[in-house]
């Protein structure tokens, strides 16, 4: 897809370029030597790829995202972390880190270092190795299977028999605006990994391997918030923070019961991240935390503190639209009933209009959306006097892929680490289950019980001698080679990979780099997210603020650099992020302020 070029723009002051596409001016001082601000909003469109945003400026030219890139410095060749799922991409924003000294390599992982959740545990005995899940089951107030707590304010959610209308079910969703996190009660420690030598509980912020940007601003004073799809990302508060980092982190809980805004379920009776209007609704409660944070307000707007130095939120409806085949866009109502409905299913993902890929009916409307909430903050930056002192970074945790639908292949993973482990029990009676753990989504990601390498040898040669059996874009049945990989790392080869030694315990013991196109799913998915392809990691990565050059910058970036740019251009030292330390990450290229010293 071409490149949007903006020759006439790039030469122009700031606010004759904003006054072109009708919005107020953010970036106020594009000439000054050491860019500074007292507030950075940042936001991760989950799933957007650079060529989204190259598409979306093209056919809409006087959009927010066309304005930002406008005034402020696009970056073309942005990369995420690798892998590139939700966590370790949230992580890499927040830290300045890869899951080399992150330690985060997916959401739902393992780690030889620790012990099962619940497990008997002996203190100062070896790790007998467990479970690293870090996602919705962790959240005590709104995970699908647990009752609501209005007392809480907590997200609707199914009773234990999966009941249409919900037993306790929130008649007033407006109230999610209330959810609070506790570092105590949000959580269920329950299901958090065991650390040997002390057989406690891992919070998820504890387990992080780096600090975090939360505790630099905090520790210097200022104010921070953060809105995220899981309360696990609770983690961003960083290690031997008692999850206390983030001054105001609103996290609702994604996987929960989506409901209509007068509080029934909506007609396909699933959660906010499987109907695209839902998820627009989910989406918006954030995009109001944000509102009322620009206005000076906590997240829920009852209570005056100021704005943060650093605020921000994830969207979720591109990300949604791009891996849905089919889902309403809109919800419709009240009617005079008060009551609501979807408009009729469109098609998910990306189609081919005249032989250029371009973003289906779902897509399209989603990434209208998101733009048309960044409008909403991006007036009320400039209403409430923050414009002069506002950075505004937009990027993205993941990327997702294929994004042609006639590359996909989606393959199911369960029985080829059935054949696998049947294969290795054969030679090793006593040894049954070999892959004890992994999550497959558009790459592989194997745990052994023996992390040998002639273990992790047997199963790389088991799977690039296997042809597996999956279905492309019409579900029709196909096979692939080498179990739909490309590439496999195991054992010693695996941790060289990740740039960690072969017993820090972890890494995935066997890793792969999947064909382009395969998807370890159902044949109910276009996309996945997670994987090393090009669409899993290229996305889009916009700064825009006071001091902020208006540039577009063709040189290889990585979203690690978000964390050091952040905590540059709100006047603090980048060296403070461990993870910039360790893995010498940069400021983004010309947004450096002063220098920092080692």
Known sequence: MPRYTRPALVGLATATAAALCGLPVVNASAEADAPTSKHVLLISIDGMHQSDLDWYIANHPGSTL??????????????????????????????????????????????????????????????????????????????????????????????????VYPKGVDTN????????????????????????????????????????????????????AWSDKHEVYASFNGPGSNGQSIDDLFSPEIDSQAVMPNGVPYPQDDDWAHIDAATKQYD???????????????????????????????????????????????????????????????????QWVHGKLVPGPVLSSALDYVNAQLGRMVRAIHKDGLAGSTTIIVTAKHGQSP????????????????????????????????????????????????????????????LWDHTAQGYDVNKKPVTVAHSGLAQIWAGAAAAHFFGVAVNNGHYPDVF????????????TKLAEHGGMN????????IVDGPGIPAQVESASVETTQVAPTILSVLGLNPHKLTAVKVEHTKVLPGLAGRRWEQ
Not at 92 to 119: F, I
Request: glycine share 10%; aromatic share 8%; net charge negative.
């Open 66 to 163: 066309a304005r930002l890139t406008h005034t402020g410095s696009e970056y073309t060749n942005a990369e995420t972390s690798n892998p590139s799922d939700s966590d370790p991409g949230g992580t890499a924003l927040m830290t300045g880190g890869n899951p080399r000294s992150t330690g985060v390599y997916y959401d739902v992982e393992y780690s030889h270092k620790t012990d099962e959740p619940g497990a008997t545990c002996t203190p100062g005995r070896p790790a007998t190795g467990g479970d690293v899940i870090y996602d919705s089951p962790d959240d005590a107030l709104a995970n699908v299977n647990d009752f609501i707590n209005p007392a809480n304010g907590t997200f609707p959610s199914f009773d234990e028999n999966g009941s």
């Open 173 to 224: 969703p407006a109230a999610i605006m209330n959810l609070k996190f506790n570092p105590k009660t949000s959580l269920n420690p329950k299901t958090f990994p065991v650390a040997p030598k002390t057989c406690k509980p891992i919070t998820p912020w504890d387990y992080l391997g780096d600090n975090t940007i939360f505790q630099v601003i905090h520790n210097a004073g200022l104010r921070t």
């Open 284 to 350: 918006g409660y954030k995009v109001q935390a944000v509102l009322n944070e620009i206005g000076g307000r906590d997240h829920s707007g009852k209570t005056k503190v100021g704005a943060p130095a650093i605020f921000g939120m994830n969207f979720q409806a591109v990300s949604v639209a791009q891996k849905i085949r089919s889902t309403p866009t809109t919800l419709i109502g009240p009617d005079a009933h008060g009551n609501y409905t979807t408009s009729a299913p469109e098609a998910g993902g990306y």
């Open 403 to 462: 994004q042609d639908p006639n590359k996909l292949v989606t393959v199911q993973d369960g029985p080829i680490i059935s054949a696998i482990n049947a294969a290795w029990a054969k030679r090793h009676p006593s040894n049954k289950s070999l892959i004890v753990a992994g999550t497959d989504d558009d790459l592989w990601q194997s745990y052994l019980s023996d992390n040998s390498q002639a273990a992790s040898d047997f199963v790389k040669r088991y």
């Open 512 to 523: 792969g780099e999947v064909q382009q196109g395969i998807v370890y799913a159902k044949p």
């Open 534 to 541: 090009t669409g899993d990691r290229h996305v889009l990565m």
